[in-house]
């Protein structure tokens, strides 16, 4: 079981930049795969981008132009998704995920967090 909690959510101009942080509970946090996804009003839910266990590989998702970084410490059992050059499309709810098994990209994932929500609006 992993109990996942982001933070790091907020209202900020076009432009702007926020880091999101998602910290896990457990001692086997260096065992999943973790992703961040988002979900924007009447939208389906997108996955934003993802880290494998040792930080060494990661996928973003193609709209985003470079302007997300996902990262990891496992010693803090965190993910971190730095997010920079905001646009109001970016507007949604974002949520980390844990996957566990070796295999990456995972084919799903199971443990999800409650989600921040991201506000870009001047």
């Known amino acids: 079981q992993v109990h996942l909690v982001e933070t790091g959510g907020g209202l900020v101009q076009p432009g702007g930049s926020l880091r999101l942080s998602c910290a896990a509970s457990g001692r086997s946090f260096s065992r999943y795969a973790m992703g961040w996804f988002r979900q924007a009003p009447e939208k389906e839910r997108e996955l934003v981008a993802e880290i494998n266990l040792s930080g060494g590989s990661t996928r973003y998702s193609g709209s985003l132009g470079g302007r997300f970084t996902i990262s990891r410490d496992n010693r803090r059992n965190t993910v971190y998704l730095q997010m920079n050059s905001l646009k109001p499309d970016d507007t949604a709810v974002y949520y980390c995920?844990?996957?566990?098994?070796?295999?990456?990209?995972?084919?799903?994932?199971?443990?999800w967090g409650q989600g921040t929500q991201v506000t870009v609006s001047s």
């Open positions: 995920a844990a996957a566990a098994g070796v295999t990456f990209p995972p084919p799903s994932y199971v443990y």
